[in-house]
């Protein structure tokens, strides 16, 4: 396999949703959703930034799907295809290996690849991937950041820490259990608790750039102060055991689990029917900014909250 269209005739083995058009259209055409809300998201991964380039590729596909299918499940939404952008560097195995994962990721998230783009990037430059993934809404209608109550609990699904601890497995700092490598290569996006909560949420985002940063983000977008209590972070049993600190933990970011201002009963009650962790981690009150806490006890700020790209 060499070249775009070698590429495309590989994609196409995959591309078998008939809006699709076998990949022989300039573009894919999907009935819309009767009634429903469409959500639509776009993330990139970049080698070097997101990857380390010995990663497999088809844990690098996985990854890409993954990432956009969790902003999805921050939305309460379920998936209906996916448009994919792609970096050809030359290297025809990897690309191969990329198809071959991402039939396996779409496979397993039951979704279909509906086109997108290939282009040649200049010999040297570090490989660029985006996906556009498009969602349905509840019929409710898609949480927002900026939904937030004063007196809402904020609570997270867990474990949080594991994939910035995977990722220094990856980069050979630590040894630890290949588990913490699988959760920063192969996050697994919170989809079915995403949709099954939304209803019950005020507001709702994943954790791509970590706990800290992010809950600042929902605090600020609802014109809200969050207080977080770092000895409620949940952290595994993996973790622990490795010393991770709730700090380092909620700075990491790669977690991709959920987060969400709530005050309703039904939270604990659909985490314990579906078998999801979660935890309360803070709370919401009048106010702005993020207060951190250690069992109550005052914490100061660290210098930075979280992943923050070009900061
Ligand atoms: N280059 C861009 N063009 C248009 N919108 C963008 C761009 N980059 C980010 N956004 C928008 O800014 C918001 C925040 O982006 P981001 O932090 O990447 O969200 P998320 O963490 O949910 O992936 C989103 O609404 C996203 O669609
Ligand atoms: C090789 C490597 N170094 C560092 C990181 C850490 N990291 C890179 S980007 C990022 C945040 C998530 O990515 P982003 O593109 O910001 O996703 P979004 O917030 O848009 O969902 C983190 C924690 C990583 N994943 N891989
Ligand atoms: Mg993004
Ligand atoms: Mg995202
Ligand atoms: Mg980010």
Same mark, same amino acid.
């Given at each position: ?124 430059? %570090? *490989?660029? &991937? #985006? $996906?556009?993934?498009?969602?349905? =809404?509840? +019929? @409710? ?6 939904? /937030? ?89 993996? %973790? *622990?055991? &490795? #010393? $991770?600190?709730?700090?380092?933990? =909620?700075? +990491? @970011? ?6 969400? /201002? ?50």
């Amino acid at each position: 396999m060499s070249g775009e269209g070698d590429l495309i005739a590989r994609l196409r083995g995959l591309a078998t949703h008939p809006a699709a058009r076998s990949l022989l259209d300039d573009a894919a055409v999907l009935p819309a959703p009767l009634g429903r809300d469409l959500v639509l998201t776009h993330d990139m991964l970049v080698a070097g930034v997101h990857f380390l380039p010995d990663c497999p590729a088809g844990d690098v596909a996985w990854k890409l799907l993954a990432v956009n299918l969790s902003d999805l499940a921050a939305k309460g939404a379920t998936p209906i295809g996916v448009l994919m952008g792609y970096g050809l560097t030359g290297d025809t195995a990897w690309d191969a290996a990329f198809v071959d994962g991402l039939a396996r990721a779409l496979a397993h998230f039951d979704v279909p690849l509906l086109g997108g783009d290939t282009v040649a990037q200049p010999k040297g430059d %570090a *490989r660029v &991937l #985006g $996906l556009t993934a498009i969602g349905q =809404a509840l +019929a @409710g209608g898609a949480p927002d950041r900026r939904g /937030a109550k004063p007196g809402d609990h904020l609570w997270v699904t867990g474990p949080i820490g594991d994939a910035g601890l995977g990722l220094r497995i990856a980069l050979g700092e630590i040894e630890g259990p290949r588990r913490l490598l699988k959760a920063y290569r192969l996050p697994m996006p919170r989809l079915a608790f995403g949709r099954t909560i939304a209803p019950h949420v005020s507001a709702m985002a994943d954790v791509s750039d970590g706990l800290l940063i992010d809950a600042r983000r929902i605090a600020d977008a609802s014109g809200l102060a969050v207080t977080i209590d770092l000895a409620t972070v949940p952290l595994s049993d993996e %973790a *622990r055991t &490795l #010393g $991770l600190a709730p700090l380092t933990a =909620a700075t +990491a @970011g790669d977690d991709y689990q959920l987060l969400f /201002a709530s005050s309703s009963a039904e939270i604990e009650r659909i985490a314990a029917e579906q078998r999801v962790p979660i935890a309360c981690v803070g709370r919401f009150d009048q106010g702005s900014g993020l207060t951190i806490v250690d069992n109550g006890g005052p914490v100061a700020l660290p210098t930075s909250l979280g992943w923050e790209h070009g900061a």
